[in-house]
């Protein structure tokens, strides 16, 4: 059955500072892979998405993601975070049904 | 543009009690579900529907009910409420791609926030 795993349960860093967020997963053929975050309080926003072609792909508010097979990973970065970005985030892999891994919560420094 | 409602938004139920949860779409997506969130866990399936009359099992189906009569709606029932239930309800859907590839993302109503006393 697939999996997401979110290792960082929290994290926090400096408004301007580059952010990861990782995600591994276990999917038994090609994963439909996808990151979206929850503001407090309200439902979840899709960020980015990947099946095939480039590894590397762009979302909205200025993230990216990498897949990369061998290591089973699709991590997400921003070069430089704002304080908005503050917020929970989710890895979620499947096809007709969605699994999500437990979140990573953003904390933003001023 | 709706999107996806959930109602009610809160609810309170006693131990035994029972409800159902209504969640309804209005962009003639194909694929519904319910999650339960909690904090430290995240998101986790309860019950997803690929159509019309057509329910399946996720993660945590256990003390709950589903059914999907009509293609714009999924209805999450609890039949005799525990307190181990009580948690935020999200309702999801998606659009079933022409190449039958699962792209589509998630579409999610605002939640329900249920406490079992």
């Known amino acids: 059955a697939q999996s997401v795993t979110q290792p960082d349960i929290h994290i926090t860093v400096s408004e301007g500072a580059s952010l990861e967020l990782r995600c591994n997963y276990s999917y038994g053929a090609t994963p439909y892979l996808f990151w979206y975050v929850q503001s407090p309080g309200q439902g979840l926003q899709l960020l980015l998405k990947y099946f095939s072609g480039d590894t590397l792909v762009q979302g909205i508010k200025g993230f990216e993601a990498e897949f990369k097979r061998s290591q089973s990973s699709f991590n997400l970065r921003k070069p430089s975070v704002h304080w908005s970005d503050a917020a929970e985030y989710f890895c979620?892999?499947?096809?007709?049904?969605?699994?999500f891994g437990a979140g990573t919560r953003l904390t933003v420094k001023p | 543009n709706a999107g996806v409602t959930q109602t009610p938004k809160f609810r309170v139920l006693k131990t035994g009690q029972s409800m159902t949860l209504l969640c309804a779409q209005d962009m003639n997506h194909e694929y519904m579900y319910w999650y339960r969130q909690d904090p430290g866990m995240g998101l986790r399936l309860i019950h997803y529907?690929?159509?019309?009359?057509?329910?399946a099992k996720g993660e945590v189906p256990d003390g709950y009910n589903v059914s999907r009569l009509k293609k714009q709606n999924f209805l999450l029932g609890l039949e005799s409420a525990a307190p181990s239930q009580t948690s935020v309800y999200f309702c999801?859907?998606?659009?079933?791609?022409?190449?039958?590839?699962?792209?589509?993302?998630?579409?999610f109503g605002n939640g329900t926030r249920l406490t079992v006393t």
């Open positions: 529907s690929v159509g019309e009359g057509t329910t």
């Open positions: 979620a892999v499947g096809a007709s049904d969605m699994r």
């Open positions: 999801a859907s998606k659009k079933r791609d022409r190449d039958r590839s699962y792209n589509s993302p998630l579409h």
